[in-house]
């Protein structure tokens, strides 16, 4: 979950630099129109020459007016400390990043590899709220969770709080749990 919360919020941030370009009569665009389109976007975030994050992009749209950003079939990697490991990586057809809140919804595809967790999320449609740390799947829509140790779920709908590191299946549950004794130190 750690993993999780800071790969969020570091997609947050990174897309909220501010970018602003004058494309000449703005009567002629409306809030529906994006302020700045990037396609085929390779953005690598760095700090003290480390690399901290690698997010690529088929189609980058940033909406002042709305404060959101868009992005379309997505890939992102989140690197450790002195940029040496990778930490958490994943994919999405889709994201949506409300850059006032940090709020992040991603779809069409949904998967998540937290190292850190040893866990790996994959779902149709996930949604993180950054204030409360909450990650949710929609109660209709399907989460298969799994662990190299062979832990394996697959359930209907998932609440989870990376504060208080608990997680609810909304629904229907099935699969297996593998108890390893190195998971009583953490």
């Not at 390779?42 to 480390?50: G, P």
């Not at 062979?150 to 299946?169: D, H, I, K, V, Y």
Request: net charge negative.
């Amino acid at each position: 979950m750690k993993g999780i919360i800071a790969f969020c919020s570091l997609l947050f941030v990174s897309f909220s630099l501010s970018c602003t370009f004058d494309y000449g009569d703005s009567e002629s665009s409306g809030d529906d129109s994006p302020d700045l389109i990037m396609e085929n976007v390779d953005y690598v975030r760095v700090r003290s020459a480390d690399p901290l994050a690698r997010i690529q992009a088929e189609r980058v749209e940033r909406y002042e007016k709305q404060s959101i950003i868009k992005l379309q079939n997505l890939t992102f990697e989140q690197y450790g400390e002195r940029g040496e490991e990778v930490n958490i990586s994943g994919r999405a057809g889709y994201a949506l990043v409300e850059i006032q809140s940090g709020d992040i919804y991603m779809d069409e595809g949904v998967k998540l590899e937290v190292q850190t967790e040893d866990i790996i999320m994959e779902t149709n449609q996930l949604q993180w709220k950054d204030e409360p740390r909450d990650i949710s799947v929609g109660e209709n829509n399907e989460i298969y969770i799994y662990r190299d140790n062979g832990t394996r779920f697959t359930g209907t709908g998932l609440q989870a709080n990376s504060r208080m590191r608990t997680w609810e299946f909304l629904g229907t549950v099935r699969g297996t749990y593998i108890h390893d004794d190195n998971d009583d130190t953490e």
